[in-house]
């Protein structure tokens, strides 16, 4: 019988790969204007920055900062080729638990509303692990009377919450974190009737503190985090500890 990893990589290939290559061109679509504190954290990386952009979608932050050189990948075929059609874009499709980047060589990783589609939480947790691994490591004092230093690279890592109270969704505290979520596409009318077809993905709605304690589970360190518009996010760095 095949593993519970195994399991969850088959499932996870029906329910979020298959569905977001069958509705690539129409989620891409939808996916315009970049979230403010991801084109602040983009603006803010000083020149000449290297990082990457894990589950990219159709690229829309590859051209955020153009002073930064971003390398985008995504599990899905179709969204990497529309990431890909502006020729100066760097794009590809790669597994974001285990990416093909070397270790502790870059300045940055920014991953927005990907990890909440991993359906275990050893996955999520070995998601942002892979993520870490690929970053310059931070010099963090063992004293806790000294400040962090930022001399390393940075993550931003974004996903979807589960309270949502004020959202047209209504989730909050207390209700199931496992979920599927349409995705409507309407088809062409066919005589009086406008046929729709509707794809399910799966997420796993994060509760508060939870993006937190898997990034602390991953190794990292969170030196930042928050919440807007339904979705949690923190900024990480991968340790590496110095004496004081």
Known sequence: MPDVDQQADAYEAQHVHDVYDQIASHFSSTRYKPWPIVEQFLKALPDGSVGIDIGCGNGKYLDVNPSILVVASDRSENLVKIASRNGQRNALIADGL????????????????????????????????????????????????????????????????????????????????????????????????????????????????????????????VIQSGYEKDNWWAIAVSPRSEMV
Not at 158 to 171: I, K, N, P, T, Y
Not at 175 to 193: A, F, I, L
């Open 98 to 221: 285990s990416l093909p980047h070397r270790n502790f060589s870059l300045d940055f990783a920014i991953s927005i509303a990907v990890i909440h589609h991993l359906s275990t939480a050893v996955r999520r947790v070995q998601a942002i692990k892979s993520i870490l691994l690929a970053l310059r490591c931070t010099s963090i004092p063992l004293s806790p009377s000294v400040a962090y230093i930022g001399d390393g690279g940075k993550a931003l890592i974004f996903v979807w919450a589960l309270e949502q109270r004020d959202s047209r969704r209504g989730w909050d505290a207390g209700d199931e974190q496992d979920v599927m979520v349409p995705w409507v596409m309407k088809g062409n009318r066919s005589g009086d009737t406008l046929k729709a077809q509707t794809y399910n993905r799966y997420y796993h709605l994060y509760r508060q503190g939870e993006l937190e304690h898997d990034i602390t589970e991953a190794g990292g360190l």
